[in-house]
């Protein structure tokens, strides 16, 4: 049997002087290691060929980067807004709708569920350390591979069921987060300030599963409880394809 393919939404970067295109290689290690084949696609494809490229995967992964910009959850930026992508923003909106509409199996990681509860009408807090008092540090100093705030995990959950555990250290790499939460979410995860660090779809419709950590950097660990997201995420792109057939 072929690997399930996913998509890894993919980001520009200027590096050495020319505008570059990819993804961090943890993702593609990380779904690699899985059973799944990393296609990446990259916001550079124009608008109207957005939806061609959902024809050949079986599952969606939005990746990390930058703030989504506030216009789209109807506020005006504050001071301490980072960098944002409007193209960015626009390309992986229509990705992740058109993954909705054909029941493509989602997981969102750090940005992601952010993108994923704009586009489904929530809110962010757009800086947690000027805007949410008694905010933990979410902006780690560490290395992208250590391990600095647990978050408590609800159960039952698909978040659960595929990390076996519920209580996880997780690293942590965001100054944004979920404020009000989009339609059709359920919350499943929080941090102990209380910040909302993971949220799914409800057990009836697609597979979808976020995290605001960053499950993928955890590839060459292990044991990590984070291998399962992703084992169960190709599984899951594996059903798809399946029904698809
Ligand atoms: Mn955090």
């Not at 295109?21 to 084949?37: D, K």
């Not at 984070?226 to 057939?245: N, P, S, W």
Request: net charge negative.
């Amino acid at each position: 049997m072929s690997r399930p393919r996913i998509g890894v939404s993919g980001v520009v970067r200027v590096v050495e002087g020319a505008p570059r295109t990819g993804v961090n290689a943890a993702y593609a290690h990380s779904i690699t290691q899985a059973g799944g084949l990393p296609l990446i696609l990259s916001p550079v494809i124009a608008d109207d060929i957005v939806v061609d490229a959902l024809d050949p995967i079986h599952g969606l992964l939005l990746t990390g980067g930058e703030d989504v910009h506030p216009m789209l959850y109807g506020q005006s930026p504050l001071p301490k807004l980072g960098q944002v992508d409007r193209e960015r923003d626009a390309f992986e909106i229509d990705l992740f709708r058109g993954a909705l509409d054909r029941r493509i199996p989602v997981l969102a990681i750090c940005r992601g569920i952010q993108l994923v509860n704009v586009a489904l009408g929530g809110s962010l807090w757009q800086d947690l350390p000027t805007e949410r008092q008694g905010a933990l540090r979410h902006d780690q100093r560490d290395g992208r591979t250590t391990r600095s705030h647990s978050v408590a995990i609800m159960a039952p959950s698909r978040l659960a069921r595929a990390l076996g555990v519920i209580r996880l250290e997780v690293n942590s790499f965001h100054h944004q987060a979920i404020r009000d939460l989009g339609r059709g979410l359920m919350i499943t995860a929080r941090a102990e300030d209380g910040l909302i660090e993971a949220v799914e779809s409800a057990p009836e419709a697609p597979w979808l599963v976020a995290v605001q950590w960053h499950p993928e950097e955890f590839h060459g660990e292990a044991g990590a409880p984070d291998h399962g997201l992703f084992a169960e995420f190709v599984r899951e792109a594996g059903r798809f394809r399946a029904q698809c057939a």
